[in-house]
């Protein structure tokens, strides 16, 4: 019996591309797939990052604050069971962010520098530069 193993979505939906509203809901379409893939198969290491980017859709398409809030802080949670740092920090800048747009800059400040601050290495990755600089313009 074959058994596939999931993908994380498309490169266009992971940079959160989305011009117009069509293209945000095809890609909160292909998120709904992919979780319930996880459901199907129990391959669990992407489904926090499906709840961030469902998340940054939301926001993108209709900028439903609160229900973002809802997918990151479930993103946090599900990479956190995991032990996934990365994709609990992508997370947490993803929630930061909004935070920040919310004025809630402490709390955002805190949150990330948390997570940042177990890192001891790959400083020149994406995602670390990426919170860096977040934690720099919320100080």
């Not at 319930?36 to 499906?50: F, I, M, Q, S, T």
């Not at 859709?57 to 604050?65: K, N, P, S």
């Not at 992508?90 to 962010?97: D, E, G, P």
Request: glycine residues 6%; aromatic residues 6%; negative net charge.
């Amino acid at each position: 019996m074959s058994h596939r193993r999931y993908a994380p979505p498309t490169a266009r939906i992971a940079r959160n591309e989305c011009s117009n509203s069509s293209e945000c809901a095809r890609g909160l379409s292909a998120l709904a797939e992919g979780l319930e893939a996880v459901e199907r198969h129990g391959e669990r290491l992407w489904e926090p990052e499906l709840h961030r980017l469902r998340g940054e859709l939301l926001l993108t398409q209709a900028g439903d604050e609160a229900e973002a809030e809802v997918c990151f802080r479930q993103a946090i949670e599900l990479a956190r069971r995991l032990q996934a740092e990365s994709l609990e920090l992508r997370a947490a800048m993803s929630l930061s962010r909004l935070w920040q747009k919310q004025g809630q800059r402490e709390e955002a400040r805190q949150l990330l520098a948390d997570i940042y601050g177990w890192f001891t290495e790959g400083f020149d990755t994406p995602d670390l530069q990426g919170a860096k600089v977040l934690l720099e313009k919320l100080s």
